[in-house]
């Protein structure tokens, strides 16, 4: 199974609006003497409003996807269109503005300051843009909207691992970007706090009409998303849609069978080892 074009669309959406559109896009990396091919013609639409997660083994492409949709590097060919904006065709001044001003990111490792207040954090990407004033309210709405609106005097030591992301996903959204891009945020986080940064994530989408893109290799984190596109050695082998899952485990055996399905027309099916990572 190998689809050409994957146009991610779900019911929660408004139809034509897109948010993002990756066109027959490649990606190689030089490492040492030879060449990675780590995205292979990856033709990928996602509308306003969805929320999307990425899964796949390790290598296959996810953080690489993630990275291009956020401005951190170039396709070697193709295009990566960002809310109108053709990032192929941007100067390095532009990236960097278009990221600080069109995007979110939040990490595995929330990757917060820890000098700083929570409050400081979360203003750190209106700061750097010099758009810092006034914005009390949005501050207090966005903390109130992730259950941190008493945690903001505190420094990141003195919070919780699930308040750290709270402050990370605030800080990523500060700036109203046009997409979250999420890179296993509940990867540092028990699983309980990890369901419930899923959430509020969900939450995000719901409410406000978020839209979100989200690296995973955990199905039960994946389920709260509207779809799972499935990547392997750089091309976009599937996309499931949750909404024909009733639990993770469901989900992870479409997953999987996906994968191995794959799998079994390059290799023996004796060769074939189930992992979802
Ligand atoms: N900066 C780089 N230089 C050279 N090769 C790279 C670079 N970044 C990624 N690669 C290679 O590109 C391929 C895809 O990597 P990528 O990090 O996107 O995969 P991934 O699916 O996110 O993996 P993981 O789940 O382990 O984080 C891999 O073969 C990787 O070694």
Known sequence: MNESTTPCSSDSTAPGLRA??????????????????AL???????????????????GSGKSTLLHLMAGLTRPTRGSVIIDGD?????????????????IGLVFQAFNLVPSLSAADNILLPLMASGKADNT???????????????????????????????????????ADPAILLADEPTGNL????????????????????????????EPAVAIWSDLVIVLKDGQIIHQIATKDHPNPQSLAIEYQ?????????????????????
């Open 257 to 277: 069978t996906t994968v191995d399905a794959e799998r079994s027309t390059t290799q023996p099916q004796d060769d074939v080892t189930t992992s979802l990572t």
């Open 40 to 58: 292979s013609q990856v033709d990928l639409t996602i509308p306003d409003g969805a929320f999307v997660s990425v899964m796949g083994a390790s």
């Open 86 to 102: 053709d990032l192929s065709q941007s100067s390095d001044i532009e990236l960097t503005r278009f990221r600080r001003s069109r």
């Open 20 to 37: 993002c559109e990756l066109r027959s896009v490649d990606k190689t990396y030089q490492q040492g003497g030879s060449m990675v091919q």
């Open 136 to 174: 009390e309210d949005r501050l207090r709405e966005l903390a109130e909207t992730l259950g941190i609106a008493d945690r903001l005097d505190h420094r990141p030591d003195a919070l919780s691992g699930g308040e750290q992301q709270r402050v990370a996903i605030a800080r990523g959204l500060i």
């Open 190 to 217: 028990d699983s309980k706090t990890g369901q419930s940064i899923c959430q509020t994530l969900r939450t995000l989408c719901d409410t406000q009409g978020r839209t979100i893109v989200m690296v995973t290799h």
